[in-house]
C-alpha cells in the first residue's frame, strides 16, 4: 500500500490542512480595561545557536513542584507558571490555591474549561507546533498575557517543550524579562530539549507584538478550539502512545499507579486509530517519506498489538516480538519528528 501522508504519532502538531474551530460552547473571556505598560526587551541578533544561548546565564538549581494531577510545575515569578497539562479535580483546586486566574493551553487537546471555571479559573486554548510560533499565533498570545487576568498557568502535554515556550513569551510581555533570561528559564528549569531550535529562536529573536498591534488583533480568547482530519487523529494517538511507552518499562504489566491504562487496549486503540489516521484526505498530498513512515507505523502498530495479546495469553517470545514492534514504531515516530515537526 502507498500513502502519501503526514507522519504517525510524529505529526500530530503540523497545523498544515487541519481546520480548527472555536467551541460553540465555550464562554468568551472578557479582558481587562487596558494591558500593563510593559516594556518588552528587544530581539537578540547573531545567534548560532539560541539553545546553546540559554545554557550561559547561570540560574540556580531548581526542581519541578509535582502535585496530584499537576507535573513539571515551575513559578516562573509572581505572575508567570508553567506545567504540564492538569489531570483531574486536585489539579484545578491546586491551581486556584497557587492564586491563577487564567490557564493558557497551547497543547492540541481540548482542554476541561468547564473544570477550570468551577474553580474561579478561565482557559485560553491556543494550540502551537513544536517549530515555533505562527504571527498569529504570537498575536494572540500577547494579547491573551496583556489582556487577561493573571497569574497565568500555561501548559502543553508534559510542560516541557511548547508550554514553557508559550510562558517565556508571558515573561517578556507580563514581566518585561530579559530574552536571555527567558530561553535560560526554558532549557535549565523546565527541560526543553536541544531540538526544538525553533521555539528557543522564537523567544530570542523575534519582534514581538506592540500593544496597540495585539489590542487590535481579532482574537475572541476561545476557551476550547477542536481539529479535524489527520491532526485530530495524532493528538488522540500521541497520548496513546505516550502510556505505552511507560508501561513498556514495565514489560507491558499494568501499573499500580495508572490502573485505568491498560496495554492492549490501548494497543489495539492505537493500531485502529493509524488506520483510520490514513482515511484522512489532507494526507495524499504529502511526501514520499511521509507516506513511509505512516505506513510502517499502521504495520507496526498492528503487529505490535498482535503481539502482545499473545503476549497475553503467555507466549514469552510474543512478549520479546511486542517489544520490538513497539520500539519500531516509536522510531518511525521519532524519525518523522525529526524531520517535518520539529523545525
Known amino acids: 500500500m502507498r500513502l502519501s501522508t503526514s507522519l504517525p504519532i510524529a505529526s500530530l502538531l503540523l497545523a498544515a490542512a487541519c481546520s480548527i474551530a472555536a467551541d460553540p460552547a465555550a464562554a468568551p473571556v472578557a479582558p481587562l480595561a487596558a494591558p500593563p505598560a510593559v516594556a518588552v526587551s528587544a530581539?537578540?541578533?547573531?545567534?548560532?545557536?539560541?539553545?546553546?544561548?540559554?545554557?550561559?546565564?547561570?540560574?540556580?538549581?531548581?526542581?519541578?513542584?509535582e502535585f496530584t494531577g499537576l507535573h513539571n510545575v515551575f513559578a516562573l515569578s509572581p505572575q508567570v507558571w508553567s506545567g504540564g497539562e492538569p489531570e483531574g479535580e486536585e489539579a484545578f483546586r491546586k491551581l486556584a490555591e497557587l492564586g491563577v486566574k487564567t490557564i493558557v493551553s497551547v497543547d492540541g487537546k481540548k482542554p476541561d474549561a468547564a473544570l477550570a471555571a468551577k474553580y474561579g479559573m478561565r482557559y485560553v486554548h491556543q494550540p502551537i507546533e513544536y517549530r515555533g510560533f505562527t504571527e498569529d499565533e504570537l498575536l494572540a498570545l500577547t494579547k491573551t498575557y496583556r489582556e487577561c487576568e493573571g497569574p497565568f498557568f500555561t501548559h502543553c502535554f508534559h510542560g516541557k517543550?511548547?508550554?514553557?515556550?508559550?510562558?517565556?513569551?508571558?515573561?517578556?510581555?507580563?514581566?518585561?524579562?530579559?530574552?536571555?533570561?527567558?530561553?535560560?528559564?526554558?532549557?535549565?528549569?523546565?527541560?526543553?530539549?536541544?531540538?526544538?531550535?525553533g521555539l528557543y529562536r522564537d523567544v530570542a529573536m523575534r519582534t514581538l507584538p506592540d500593544v496597540a498591534t495585539s489590542r487590535?488583533?481579532?482574537?475572541?480568547?476561545?476557551?476550547?478550539?477542536?481539529?479535524?482530519?489527520?491532526?485530530e487523529s495524532m493528538i488522540d494517538l500521541s497520548r496513546r502512545h505516550d502510556a505505552l511507552k511507560k508501561l513498556a518499562k514495565r514489560d507491558f504489566a499494568a501499573d499500580p499507579a495508572h490502573p485505568d491504562i491498560d496495554a492492549l487496549e490501548s494497543a489495539t486503540q492505537l493500531?485502529?486509530?493509524?488506520?483510520?489516521?490514513?482515511?484522512?484526505?489532507?494526507?495524499?498530498?504529502?511526501?514520499?517519506?511521509?507516506?513511509?513512515?505512516?505506513?510502517?507505523?499502521?504495520?507496526e502498530s498492528a503487529k505490535f498489538r498482535d503481539a502482545l495479546r499473545e503476549a497475553r495469553a503467555g507466549s514469552a517470545e510474543a512478549l520479546t516480538a511486542s517489544k520490538k514492534h513497539f520500539d519500531l514504531l516509536s522510531k518511525a515516530c521519532n524519525d518523522c519528528h525529526a524531520a517535518y515537526r520539529n523545525h
Do not use: K, N
Open 43 to 65: 530581539p537578540l541578533t547573531q545567534i548560532d545557536s539560541a539553545y546553546a544561548l540559554a545554557g550561559s546565564v547561570a540560574l540556580e538549581a531548581r526542581q519541578p513542584q
Open 161 to 197: 517543550h511548547r508550554g514553557p515556550a508559550a510562558a517565556a513569551i508571558a515573561r517578556l510581555v507580563v514581566d518585561g524579562a530579559p530574552r536571555e533570561q527567558a530561553i535560560a528559564e526554558m532549557r535549565q528549569w523546565c527541560g526543553t530539549a536541544p531540538e526544538y531550535e
Open 216 to 231: 487590535a488583533f481579532l482574537f475572541d480568547f476561545p476557551s476550547a478550539r477542536t481539529f479535524g482530519g489527520f491532526r
Open 271 to 299: 493500531a485502529e486509530g493509524f488506520a483510520v489516521s490514513a482515511t484522512h484526505a489532507e494526507i495524499f498530498s504529502r511526501p514520499a517519506d511521509f507516506q513511509q513512515w505512516l505506513e510502517l507505523s499502521i504495520d
